[in-house]
Structure formats: C-alpha cells, structure tokens
C-alpha cells in the first residue's frame, strides 16, 4: 500500500514557467488537500477536494489551480512561478473530515 | 475554525513521559482535537484525537479537560524518534473543510 504519492520530490522552476505537482493516493479516500509549508512556518491550505469533479479553495489559493477527474488524483498547477511560491508543498488524503490524514512526503519548489 | 495555542519547544529526556500541552478557549462543543507531528524533512503524520474522554493509542494518550478548553498530548516514554513538531489542532464538524496547523510544538529528547 503506497499511501500518497507526490512526484517530483524536488524541483527548481525560473520565474514565470509553469509546472505541474502530481499527487495520487491509492487508499481510495475521497478527501484531499494541497498544503504549501514556508520555513519555519506551520501548513497552509493551497485547495481541497471533497471527492471527483469538485474542488473548492483554503486559506492561499492565488496563483494555483487544481482538477480532481479521477477520486486517486489531484495535481496542483503553477501557471506563472513566482519566488513567493518557493516552499515545500504537502498532499494529504483523508477518508472523511472526521478521520486520520495521510501525507505525501512533499515536493520542495524553489523559484529563481 | 477554532484556533489553538502551544508553546513554542520543549525539552525531554529519552524514556522519561512528555506532556505537551495546548489550550483551546474557543472550541465549539462538536469540534474534535487532532494532533499531528512532523518529523524532519517528512510530511505530517497523524498521532491521535477525540472529542471529550479520554483517549489511547499506540502512540500516545490525549487527556482532554473536562471544560474542553485545553488539552494534553502524552508520550509515555520519549524516543529519539519522537523529537518533531507536534501540532494541535481542532477540527471543526461543518463549515470550511480544512486542518488548520499552527506553529507547534518543537520537542527535543535530550539522549
């Protein structure tokens, strides 16, 4: 059981490229979410997905889209890199709202 | 979603107890109280929660006060292992879907 899986694990972008940060769990949740971590910092919400075909914002959306078309999928899309978007992003995947989550190991971006 | 608040690190000798502690004023009656830690360069990872008793796992035990306002996560017996950044953290039963992570709790054990 792989759990959830976040490809690449790190990635330099330069400003104003465009990249896509994959996710897939294989846990069959229907819950998951995008959270960005800066140093020293504690999780912020990017997007989350209660289930395929909706998608819905957090806390710190600019400058990020998300789909969810299969229920193991939700890739995050960068579509302008900005040196703000230099962080270490976390996916998460959850049954419900009211059980464990499970993380990815995370994709470390940096901006230049 | 309700927030929490914990000190900011702690400090614990290998195979003695820990108890960290977080304080919850504004907590709503269904709001459940989830921990999590983060180990170094890893994601988070779940460690326990409830509502109102009492609870036990594995992990790790979380007393949780009889007015709800505060809560204790206990490590019965530190590791090495167990040196991460603990987070507290209520979830709310409606309303936005999100587990809002604070900046935690840093624990060092001390060999």
């Known amino acids: 059981n792989a759990g959830v899986t976040q490809t690449p694990k790190f990635r330099i972008l330069k400003i104003g490229q465009s990249m896509t940060l994959q996710c897939t769990q294989d846990?069959?949740?229907?819950?998951m979410y995008w959270y960005r971590q800066d140093p020293g910092m504690g999780l912020k919400l990017i997007y989350y997905s209660v289930g395929a075909g909706i998608t819905d914002k957090g806390e710190v959306p600019n400058g990020y889209n998300v789909s969810r078309s299969t229920t193991e999928d939700f890739p995050l899309r960068l579509e302008l890199a900005a040196p703000s978007q230099t962080s270490v992003y976390f996916c998460a995947s959850q049954i419900n709202r009211d059980t464990e989550a499970f993380f990815g190991q995370g994709t470390r971006l940096t901006v230049v | 979603d309700a927030k929490t608040t914990q000190p900011n690190s702690m400090e614990s000798n290998e195979e003695e107890p820990v108890h960290l502690p977080c304080n919850h004023s504004?907590?709503?009656?269904?709001?459940?109280i989830h921990w999590y830690r983060q180990l170094p360069s890893q994601g988070p990872e779940y460690v326990i929660h409830g509502l109102t008793s009492n609870v036990n796992n594995r992990m790790a035990s979380l007393a949780i006060a009889e007015d709800r306002k505060s809560s204790t996560l206990i490590l019965h017996r530190a590791t090495l292992r167990d040196a991460a950044v603990y987070y507290c953290i209520l979830r709310a039963q409606t309303g936005a879907n999100n587990l809002f992570f604070g900046t935690g709790t840093r624990l060092t054990v001390i060999p």
């Open positions: 846990m069959n949740h229907n819950y």
């Open positions: 504004t907590i709503s009656g269904t709001d459940y």
